[in-house]
């Protein structure tokens, strides 16, 4: 199984961006899936996951209300939609997928992972 995320850019504060996460070599609905950023110097955090049928969703707290992850079985893609971005979302983006199909927020619990997107907030 591949992820290959795309997406991020150059954005100013309070802009928007999509991030696409595309799912080859395993089907989609097979999968959990998240999405985790890692800022400079800082560690990997969670940010958002998506159950395999799409039906449910958590998010850090820290993007609740401004960032929304969806997913397009028909195009094997997840998404992450990213709205009223602050500078503080500037990082290195990975979208996960995990086996279990399930809600999951730790990192260790994912078995795939994409090469990571970047993002970059100015003010």
């Known amino acids: 199984v591949q992820l290959q995320a795309s997406g991020g850019g150059l954005v100013r504060t309070g802009g928007s961006l999509r991030l696409s996460c595309v799912v080859s070599g395993g089907t989609l609905s097979s999968y959990g899936m998240g999405w985790f950023r890692q800022a400079p110097g800082k560690e990997r955090e969670f940010v958002a996951t998506i159950n395999f049928t799409g039906g449910s969703t958590y998010y850090h707290d820290s993007v609740k209300g401004r960032f929304t992850i969806s997913r397009d079985m028909t195009k094997n893609t997840v998404f992450l939609q990213m709205n009223n971005l602050q500078t503080e979302d500037t990082a290195v983006y990975y979208c996960?997928?995990?086996?279990?199909?399930?809600?999951?927020?730790?990192?260790?619990?994912?078995?795939?992972w994409g090469q990571g997107t970047l993002v970059t907030v100015s003010s």
């Open positions: 996960a997928a995990n086996s279990h199909g399930s809600l999951v927020i730790t990192d260790e619990y994912y078995d795939y």
